[in-house]
């Protein structure tokens, strides 16, 4: 339920941040010359900020290194491109990212430190303890769904999904065995 709030308010916050973006930025359009060095003047690029329209080497190379009939010249040597970005797209792709990293690293930090506790709290130290020789035979939680189907505390949700889990797990270590001891790759 918490979760369901979080992505709600996650998407509410994308949306109103890519309305806000609508209108363009000086910094998303510009336009790029890249003029080669031409007779004692070297190469150089410049960039000014200017519409489609004007996106060309009279408009955008300033200072002018050349002068009078020269500047013709120069200019036809020039490459201009016009460029647009949309900066609203990348803030919210960067923001989601970040929330995706920090949602997984919750869970990492969920599955190192709280759930062996939880684990501990709930089987009791003594099945975790695995004696060495069968250490790869049997898993630490084999029997949790047993403890668990006798425990009248959790709610029945918990016990679908404990029960998914060690099932998985058991086709896990059945996969295993089948692939390093009896060298058969399952299909």
């Not at 080497?57 to 120069?74: F, R, S, T």
């Amino acid at each position: 339920m918490k979760s369901v709030f979080v992505v709600e308010v996650l998407c509410v916050f994308c949306f109103v941040l890519l309305s806000q973006v609508t209108a363009k930025n000086s910094e998303d359009i510009r336009c790029k010359c890249i003029c080669p060095p031409y007779r004692d003047i070297e190469g150089q690029i410049y960039k000014q900020n200017v519409s489609l329209k004007d996106c060309n080497c009279l408009h955008v190379v300033e200072p002018m290194p050349v002068d009078g009939k020269d500047v013709e010249a120069y200019c036809l040597r020039c490459e201009c491109k016009y460029e647009e970005r949309s900066s609203g797209t990348i803030k919210v792709t960067i923001i989601m990212y970040l929330s995706i990293l920090g949602l997984l690293l919750l869970y990492m930090v969920y599955l190192t430190l709280l759930e062996p506790m939880l684990k501990r709290r709930l089987f009791g130290h003594s099945q975790l303890i695995q004696s060495d020789d069968d250490v790869g035979d049997q898993q630490p939680f084999a029997n949790a769904h047993n403890v668990l189907s006798r425990s009248h505390s959790r709610p029945n949700m918990l016990n679908k999904v404990e029960h998914a889990q060690q099932r998985w797990r058991r086709q896990v270590q059945e996969q295993r065995k089948s692939v390093f001891d009896r060298h058969v790759v399952l299909s």
